[in-house]
């Protein structure tokens, strides 16, 4: 469950928020009866409710990029998105867009390749420039070195390169409030805790010095 309260719709006056409760979910409550036609709770929905403005500052930001103005490759595009839920930690954002790729035709093959993409061998030239490039926004906090935009230049424009790094920074930023508010496939526990030690170990014994063989 989300961290945050979820809005239900009997409280939703919102133009924007009620035409998309209406189109995920039908005349069903969204908290009452959770859950969308991909898979999903839909909890991302509830919560940005919570200030129907961000939720259509949001929403626009999806229409962004999939305007007919954009002039970059959908793959590349979603290489770029997938590629930033990976390394965010978000399973909500890499497992979306794995469909997203899958639904622009893109093989399991390269999907299933994407978390160790720097050692596969399915990926074209510009696939990789892209995921490089998304490693530097989303891994690396933007620092890109010159050679990277050096390659990205020999098949995109200027206007592409930022079309890209806008939408991968824009689903980075997804990507990290999802995790951090734990909605969606992010409501889980951390998955690095302390495993414990055998009963009667002791810690003081584990760091002291071994004791000295006897001559």
Not at 2 to 23: F, H, K, M, W
Not at 31 to 39: I, K, Q, R
Not at 67 to 87: F, N, S
Not at 117 to 128: I, K, T
Request: negative net charge; hydrophobic residues 40%; charged residues 25%.
């Amino acid at each position: 469950m989300p961290v945050l309260r979820q809005v239900p719709r009997s409280e939703v006056t919102d133009e924007t928020v009620i035409a998309y409760y209406n189109r995920l979910f039908g005349d069903r409550d969204p908290v009452a009866e959770p859950g969308t036609a991909t898979g999903t709770p839909g909890d991302w929905w509830t919560v940005y409710a919570l200030a129907p403005d961000i939720f259509k500052h949001a929403v626009d930001g999806f229409a962004v990029y999939r305007h007919p103005a954009r002039k970059i490759d959908p793959v590349l595009r979603e290489l770029g998105q997938t590629r930033a839920g990976w390394v965010k930690g978000s399973q909500f954002v890499f497992s979306q867009h794995c469909k997203s790729l899958r639904g622009l035709g893109v093989s399991d093959e390269k999907i299933a390749a994407i978390p160790h993409w720097a050692v596969a061998d399915c990926f074209d030239a510009q696939e990789r420039a892209v995921l490089a490039y998304a490693d530097c926004l989303s891994q690396a906090g933007g620092r890109v070195p010159l050679a990277v935009f050096d390659k990205l230049k020999s098949f995109w424009d200027d206007e592409q390169i930022f079309e890209f790094t806008y939408i991968t920074c824009l689903y980075d930023m997804h990507a990290v409030i999802t995790r951090a508010l734990r909605m969606e496939y992010d409501a889980r526990e951390e998955p690095i805790v302390e495993i414990a030690a055998p009963e009667g170990f002791n810690a003081a014994d584990f760091l002291s010095a071994p004791a000295r063989k006897p001559e």
